[in-house]
Each structure stands twice: as structure tokens, then as C-alpha cells.
């Protein structure tokens, strides 16, 4: 009998007599490596890592409203005087026919700071835009995901449902979600997995984003039970950026972000872990060995992960704000408050241009935005995250390296690994 291998196949690439790497055509297209593009080498011990082009545009987040039916004490909303709003049916028509001239077109994302369910018009928009044959994502909280807007989603062609869930009680759940009931979501997402074509490869899949607090971390074991209790396929977990003075007892990287500075010393030694269990056998004395101050590869994986990295920048996306402005990561959509270093910063919003005045494509090709794309893959940046001990860390304005073009991204918690996004 024939065993079908799960495991991904290799590409090999080859060296001609010109010294030049040809890479096989699929993989070309597939990172947009087309004929002038501009690629960054990082060589490592053994390899040399090929980045993305800046030119290769992978994924549209668009968020429909900044509107809501929760009050979760991890919102922006709770520290800022944005304007409410829904995106127009105009301002969706432009950024659909930006997507439709685009080759090749770009996966889309809904969500951004409001509830993209609390839209009447985004299960429509998301049926229109698989209509164009690309992947389409969706997080919700899952308050109003009825049986109606279920059965509609799952007609849609969506590929992932992601649903927020931060609590494994009905205690610990309504402690960070307000105006929810946890029993009402579990309810809601068993009905969604049922609802599903039958298979070993159901869609949508589903994603369980969890934001981590002291006041929730020990439910995470048992949110991840209850996400494989509903076929889950995507676990993210993020850290908190606390929004008001309050939430920042509840962070869980104060000791982290110290030690960001020293971990990237070049003189720093290194140990290289293999793979083994973690056990009532291994545990107290791995937990010092991660915490040793040594630089750390785990089965020769960096355990400490990539610093000054803009994993927005990097994975090619770009985002769309309900009122059509263009920004390059959905943070910087809105100008919001977060607390860095016990002192309140402020980070001014930064738009690239808008949908209704210019073409998907122009905005991401203009050259104002890719100067900065590649500025930030240098990302020359202070480094606020670790230091943040002048005024100028207080907002994303300028720094003490003489950067005086907005933004700025040293204090930038997604940069550092300490925040990410489904």
C-alpha cells in the first residue's frame, strides 16, 4: 500500500556559469521575485536567508468598523477620541477593484479595531472578494455569530474564522470581555463546526487568538483544550500593550523587554538545546537555563526569537482603515495610547493615502512607501523598547538617532516578538 508523505517537498534552486542563482519559476512567483526586484540576504552559520521583495504585496487587512457590541479592557477604544465609523460601500468598491487589477492578487483579512460582524455588508464583501480565488480570513468575537450568519459565512468560501477567546471560565472570560458570556460563545462556535461540511479537512478552519495577562495565562491550557474540542487548527497568542495606566500590572514582559538589549549583545555565549520533555524532570532546571541570560537555540531554533523585525513589513502586507486611509500595519491606523516603560506613548497614525483617491496598487507601489518599507527592514531605529529613557520614547514621533520622519518604530512591541496578530 502507498503511504501518502505530509511532508512538504524542497525546492532546489541552481547556480549557472554566469555565477547567478536560478530559482525554479513556481518559487519565484509564489514571493514575488520577478525580474528588478530588490531582495535582502541575512547570512546565517550554515545559510543565507532570502527576504521577501518590498514590492511583493501578500495580504490586505481591511477592517469594515471600528465599531463594537464589547468593551474588553484590551481595546485601544479604551484610551483614545477616534471617530466611530463603518466603511461605505464606495470605499469597498474601490479597494475591490484595486484587488481585482492586481497579479497576482492578494489574500484579505478582515478585522482591525471594531467587530468586522457588526458590519451588515461584510459577509457580502467577503463572498465578493472569493469570488476572485484568494485566501480570506476573519476574526470575530463571536458574540453574533448566529446560526444565519454562520450558515452564510461557511457559504461565503471562507478559509479561517478566527475567534477571539481569552478566558478558559465563564469568571476569567467576562473579566477581559465585557458584555460577553463565555457558555454563549462555546455554544456559538460547537453550532459553527457542526454546521460544516463533513471531511477530513473542514472549512472554514478554525484560529483561537488568546491575549495573554497575568489575570488569564493559567486558562491558557484549557482554551487550547477547548479549541482542539472544537477542531481548531490555529492557536496565536499575543501579549497585552495596555491601553490605560491600570491594565499595566497585568503585562507579562516587563522583565523581557530589559532583556532584549543584552540578548542581542554579539559577545553574548550560547547554548544549544536538543529536543527533550518538559516534565516534572526537566522543569526547574530548564526554567533557569531560559532564564541563564544565554543566547539559546532550542533544537537550532533561536529560542529567543527575531528582534527589530516588522513581521507587517516583512510578510508583505498592507492595511485598509474603514474610512479607506492606507497604512502599513493596522496599529498605525488609528492614533492610539499605549504604556511603554510606565510612561504613557503616543502613537500618531500614519497614512500612505487613501483607496478613494488612489489605486491599491499605486499606494503600494509609491515610492514614499517603499523607502520606507526599506527602512524599516534596516530598522535603524532607537532602541525605545529596551531603553525608553527620554521623552522622546513618549510617542513614535522622532527618536535620539536623529530619526524625524514619522513613524518611528523603536518602541514598536510587534517588532520585538512581544505582540503579533492572528
Same mark, same amino acid.
Request: proline share 6%.
Given at each position: 500500500?502507498?503511504?501518502?508523505?505530509?511532508? *512538504?517537498?524542497?525546492?532546489?534552486?541552481?547556480?549557472?556559469?554566469?555565477?547567478?542563482?536560478?530559482?525554479?519559476?513556481?518559487?519565484?512567483?509564489?514571493?514575488?521575485?520577478?525580474?528588478?526586484?530588490?531582495?535582502?540576504?541575512?547570512?546565517?552559520?550554515?545559510?543565507?536567508?532570502? $527576504? %521577501?521583495?518590498?514590492?511583493?504585496? /501578500?495580504?490586505?487587512?481591511?477592517?469594515?468598523?471600528? &465599531?463594537?457590541?464589547?468593551?474588553?479592557? /484590551?481595546?485601544?477604544?479604551?484610551?483614545?477620541?477616534?471617530?466611530?465609523?463603518?466603511?461605505? &460601500?464606495?470605499?469597498?468598491?474601490?479597494?475591490?477593484?484595486? #484587488?481585482?487589477?492586481?497579479?497576482?492578487?492578494?489574500?484579505?483579512?478582515?478585522?482591525?479595531?471594531?467587530?468586522?460582524?457588526? $458590519?451588515?455588508?461584510?459577509?457580502?464583501?467577503?463572498?465578493?472578494?472569493?469570488?476572485?480565488?484568494?485566501?480570506?480570513?476573519?476574526?470575530?468575537?463571536?458574540?453574533?455569530? /448566529?446560526?444565519?450568519?454562520?450558515?452564510?459565512?461557511?457559504?461565503?468560501?471562507?478559509?479561517?474564522? !478566527?475567534?477571539?477567546?481569552? =478566558?478558559?471560565?465563564?469568571?476569567?472570560?467576562?473579566?477581559?470581555?465585557?458584555?460577553?458570556?463565555?457558555?454563549?460563545?462555546?455554544?456559538?462556535?460547537?453550532?459553527?463546526?457542526?454546521?460544516?461540511?463533513?471531511?477530513?479537512?473542514?472549512?472554514?478552519?478554525?484560529?483561537?487568538?488568546?491575549?495573554?495577562?497575568?489575570?488569564?495565562?493559567?486558562?491558557?491550557?484549557?482554551?487550547?483544550?477547548?479549541?482542539?474540542? #472544537?477542531?481548531?487548527?490555529?492557536?496565536?497568542?499575543?501579549?497585552?500593550?495596555?491601553? /490605560?495606566?491600570?491594565?499595566?500590572?497585568?503585562?507579562?514582559?516587563? %522583565?523581557?523587554?530589559?532583556?532584549?538589549?543584552?540578548?542581542?549583545?554579539?559577545?553574548?555565549?550560547?547554548?544549544?538545546?536538543?529536543?527533550?520533555?518538559?516534565?516534572?524532570?526537566?522543569?526547574?532546571?530548564?526554567?533557569?537555563?531560559?532564564?541563564?541570560?544565554?543566547?539559546?537555540?532550542?533544537? =537550532?531554533?533561536? !529560542?529567543?526569537?527575531?528582534?527589530?523585525?516588522?513581521?507587517?513589513?516583512?510578510? =508583505?502586507?498592507?492595511?485598509?482603515? !474603514?474610512?479607506?486611509?492606507?497604512? *502599513?500595519?493596522?496599529?498605525?491606523?488609528?492614533?492610539?495610547?499605549?504604556?511603554?516603560?510606565?510612561?504613557?506613548? #503616543?502613537?500618531?497614525?500614519?497614512?500612505?493615502?487613501?483607496?478613494?483617491?488612489?489605486?491599491?496598487?499605486?499606494? !503600494?507601489?509609491?515610492?514614499?512607501?517603499?523607502?520606507?518599507?526599506?527602512?524599516?527592514?534596516?530598522?535603524?531605529?532607537? *532602541?525605545?523598547?529596551?531603553?525608553?529613557?527620554?521623552?522622546?520614547?513618549?510617542?513614535?514621533?522622532?527618536?535620539?538617532?536623529?530619526?524625524?520622519?514619522?513613524?518611528?518604530?523603536? =518602541?514598536?512591541?510587534?517588532?520585538?516578538?512581544?505582540?503579533?496578530?492572528?
Amino acid at each position: 500500500m502507498e503511504v501518502l508523505s505530509q511532508k *512538504p517537498t524542497t525546492a532546489w534552486a541552481e547556480v549557472d556559469e554566469q555565477g547567478r542563482l536560478i530559482l525554479p519559476p513556481e518559487v519565484a512567483r509564489q514571493y514575488g521575485l520577478n525580474p528588478g526586484s530588490k531582495v535582502r540576504l541575512d547570512e546565517g552559520h550554515n545559510f543565507v536567508r532570502m $527576504h %521577501r521583495p518590498v514590492t511583493h504585496l /501578500t495580504k490586505v487587512y481591511i477592517e469594515p468598523t471600528v &465599531d463594537c457590541n464589547l468593551d474588553c479592557i /484590551t481595546c485601544f477604544r479604551n484610551a483614545w477620541d477616534q471617530p466611530m465609523g463603518r466603511m461605505s &460601500d464606495e470605499t469597498f468598491e474601490n479597494i475591490f477593484n484595486g #484587488l481585482k487589477q492586481m497579479d497576482p492578487i492578494p489574500n484579505v483579512y478582515f478585522g482591525g479595531i471594531g467587530e468586522p460582524l457588526f $458590519h451588515p455588508k461584510t459577509i457580502e464583501w467577503i463572498r465578493r472578494i472569493k469570488q476572485l480565488g484568494v485566501k480570506v480570513e476573519l476574526i470575530t468575537n463571536g458574540t453574533i455569530l /448566529t446560526e444565519k450568519k454562520s450558515r452564510e459565512l461557511i457559504d461565503t468560501g471562507l478559509d479561517v474564522l !478566527w475567534v477571539s477567546l481569552d =478566558g478558559a471560565t465563564p469568571e476569567t472570560y467576562a473579566d477581559v470581555r465585557l458584555g460577553a458570556e463565555l457558555p454563549t460563545i462555546i455554544k456559538n462556535l460547537e453550532r459553527f463546526v457542526k454546521m460544516r461540511a463533513a471531511g477530513h479537512y473542514p472549512s472554514p478552519e478554525i484560529g483561537i487568538a488568546f491575549v495573554a495577562m497575568k489575570r488569564n495565562i493559567s486558562d491558557l491550557p484549557q482554551v487550547i483544550k477547548i479549541g482542539k474540542s #472544537l477542531r481548531a487548527k490555529y492557536f496565536s497568542v499575543s501579549n497585552l500593550q495596555p491601553a /490605560t495606566e491600570d491594565m499595566q500590572a497585568d503585562r507579562l514582559y516587563n %522583565r523581557t523587554t530589559r532583556d532584549i538589549a543584552y540578548l542581542q549583545a554579539p559577545h553574548l555565549p550560547s547554548l544549544s538545546l536538543p529536543k527533550m520533555d518538559f516534565d516534572e524532570t526537566t522543569k526547574d532546571a530548564l526554567f533557569e537555563v531560559f532564564n541563564s541570560g544565554l543566547n539559546i537555540s532550542y533544537a =537550532g531554533n533561536n !529560542w529567543g526569537g527575531a528582534n527589530d523585525v516588522c513581521n507587517f513589513v516583512e510578510n =508583505g502586507t498592507m492595511s485598509v482603515a !474603514w474610512t479607506g486611509d492606507v497604512s *502599513p500595519c493596522w496599529p498605525l491606523m488609528h492614533t492610539h495610547m499605549s504604556y511603554l516603560h510606565n510612561k504613557p506613548r #503616543l502613537s500618531q497614525k500614519h497614512i500612505i493615502g487613501n483607496v478613494n483617491q488612489r489605486l491599491l496598487s499605486d499606494l !503600494w507601489l509609491d515610492p514614499d512607501y517603499l523607502a520606507y518599507r526599506e527602512r524599516l527592514h534596516n530598522f535603524g531605529f532607537a *532602541p525605545c523598547t529596551f531603553c525608553g529613557g527620554c521623552d522622546l520614547s513618549e510617542t513614535n514621533v522622532e527618536d535620539c538617532l536623529g530619526n524625524d520622519i514619522a513613524p518611528v518604530c523603536g =518602541g514598536c512591541l510587534w517588532a520585538q516578538g512581544i505582540i503579533q496578530c492572528p
